[in-house]
Nanobody, 127 residues
Framework: QVQVVESGGDLVQAGGSLRLSCTASGLTLDDRAITWFRQRPETTREGVSC????????DSADSVKGRFTISKDVARNTVYLQMNRLEPEDAATYYC????????????????????WGQGTQVTVSS
């Protein structure tokens, strides 16, 4: 049985940093494109950053480019999201999801292409 688990969410002041982690059991994260999504109350889930099976296969939402970095540690079977210069608008529940594909491609923002999801970790940013 596949289980995806996010951690690292916390309350942080605007301008601060957090690092989210995504680990999995029953699943090798390096075999799939992995994406961080986020969801604010009463909004749709938004793709934040994707990493494919090649670490050079990366993409991010314009709103986080230059501030957030996605990476993975294959030995630890963990994908990270380093979030710097956090803004109040970044406050959300962050989810890690494993795609059915190896590559991020141009559809990585589409939630329908993900088959394994974590339960989310809450990020709160105070202004």
């Amino acid at each position: 049985q596949v289980q995806v688990v996010e951690s690292g969410g916390d309350l942080v002041q605007a301008g601060g940093s957090l690092r989210l982690s995504c680990t999995a059991s029953g699943l090798t994260l390096d075999d799939r494109a992995i994406t961080w999504f986020r969801q604010r109350p009463e909004t749709t889930r938004e793709g934040v950053s994707c990493i494919g099976w090649r670490t050079t296969d990366l993409d991010s939402a314009d709103s986080v480019k230059g501030r957030f970095t996605i990476s993975k540690d294959v030995a630890r079977n963990t994908v990270y999201l380093q979030m710097n210069r956090l803004e109040p608008e970044d406050a959300a529940t962050y989810y890690c999801a494993a795609s059915r594909y190896l590559l991020c491609g141009d559809r990585w923002r589409n939630t329908h292409f993900y088959i394994d999801w974590g339960q989310g970790t809450q990020v709160t940013v105070s202004s």
